[in-house]
């Protein structure tokens, strides 16, 4: 079954980096979806963190995720990464990359309702 895949979720010290990657299996081909990232804490809304248009590769940012999270496509493996620097506590979380399909946009969403494809989520710890 075509799915998004997350990796790269664990325990990091405060200030420490991450790369996330949403991978599509199975089929799931990348290039025809805008791909965002989100995340969610226990007791807190999912909050979409930077969201890439397909073809045009353009990026958008939560205020939260600027300066700090980049946001990269990788067409020859299949993939969307989220690299992730100078991370705090208040970035733990389960982050989820979630796909959306349709006429392409200038600017990429970061409301989760305009996403129709989820993974499962990779969980995020930032723990001295």
């Known amino acids: 079954q075509a799915q998004l895949v997350e990796s790269g979720g664990g325990l990091v010290q405060p200030g420490g980096s991450l790369r996330l990657s949403c991978f599509g299996s199975?089929?799931?081909?990348?290039?025809?979806?805008?791909i965002g990232w989100f995340r969610q804490a226990p007791g807190k809304v999912r909050e979409g963190l930077s969201c890439?248009?397909?073809?045009?590769?353009?990026?958008n940012y939560a205020d939260s995720a600027k300066g700090r999270f980049t946001i990269v496509r990788d067409a020859a493996n299949n993939t969307v990464f989220l690299l992730m620097d100078r991370l705090t506590p208040e970035d733990a979380a389960i982050y989820y990359c979630a796909a959306s399909g349709g006429e392409l946009p200038a600017t990429c969403s970061l409301a989760d309702g305009r996403y129709h494809w989820w993974g499962r989520g990779t969980q995020v710890t930032v723990s001295s």
């Open positions: 199975s089929g799931f081909n990348l290039d025809y979806f805008t």
């Open positions: 890439i248009t397909y073809r045009t590769y353009n990026p």
